[in-house]
């Protein structure tokens, strides 16, 4: 490991930003709140006895670790490197959301607060807090937009089959951005008793380096294993990106090592050259939203766009402050995948492997192939299958006009 390279991005600083991204944007009224859960963390992860406390849940409820499985005959199909699956689909839920979760949950627990709101965009986020509020007794309100709720209805009723009350929020596109704005609207009004479990590496400091710190198990894991497995650390990580907790979860024990490359895939909708995408790296510009600097959607005015991606968990029209840092230091490169490159590509996996992938990993299995192939045989590339396809597979029906 390059400790210099390391050192470089042992980032946020005292204020929360990673370079000129990242910082806390918030209203008067939050301010303590932000810094009250800033001072809670830093008091947890020096504390032993909570890495412990989480680190039991993690391996005895979640799960952990997933496993890393060798994608044979995806790799036969490619002719490339070969290519690994971390499994965070695995995980209980589904998805890698449940590591943030656990760790959210355990640190609202210690600071005595005793209702939790989130937000959600495919469900996922929202399953993994409704199922951590149930497993320890505490109320939850899930903001869903209302577009949403329409194209991920399984995970609406796992949300309240778990006890959580699900609202819908029917402004602007009903999706991921709309749900965001109702949650922190929530969280100025009730910070007394409110914990707001945040699903992705975005929002005020500490929320970017407190997400990417839970979901950094994900890169751990991998790291240990590929050395078990191959003896050397893979030649390139790939995971998907829409507020990038999954990918950073995986990067961020990587960084150091200036042989790793690191490449995430964004949403590219319907195409990059018009505005029906998501891909705020390849088609956005630094602005604030949601308590945070990073690279955004906008018009000519500033104003936010919409997202669009066939995945709900991918349509934010932004991306967390650290992607935005890697991407301007070229620590980690991106690139985009389209709705139907990301469909090509969930059935290819479900074909050759007999794993249904989420449509979010689908963008990175959609761009796994040429990266393979400049990684070159006998190279490792690593991918992270951070969720199952259950909940897509009537939207993805839909899409390709099945009768279900």
Known sequence: MNASLSNAYAWPDAEGRFGPFGGRFVAETLMPAVHELEAAWD????????????????THYVGRPSPLYFAERLTEHHGGANIWFKRDELNHTGAHKINNCMGQILLARRMGKTRIIAETGAGQHGVATATVCARFGLPCIVYMGAADIERQAPNVFRMKLLGAEVRPVTNGR???KE????AMRDWVSNVGDTFYIIGTAAGPHPYPAMVRDFQSVIGRE????????????????VAAIGGGSNAIGLFHPFIGDEGVRLIGIEAAGHGLEGNSHAASLQGGRP????????????DDDGQILEGHSISAGLDY?????????LHQTGRAEYRAATDAEALEAFQLCSKLEGIIPALEPSHALARVGEIAAEVGKGGNVVLNLCGRGDKDIFSVAKHLGVEL
């Open 43 to 58: 008091a947890a992860r020096a504390d032993p006895s909570f890495q412990a406390e989480l680190d039991d849940f993690l």
């Open 174 to 176: 009903a999706t991921l």
């Open 179 to 182: 749900a965001m704005n109702e």
């Open 222 to 237: 991998a790291r240990e294993q590929m050395l078990a497995r191959t003896g050397r650390l893979p030649d390139a990580c």
């Open 287 to 298: 602005g604030v939203l949601h308590g945070n600097r990073t690279y955004l959607l906008q």
């Open 317 to 325: 029209p932004g991306i967390g402050p650290e992607h935005a840092w």
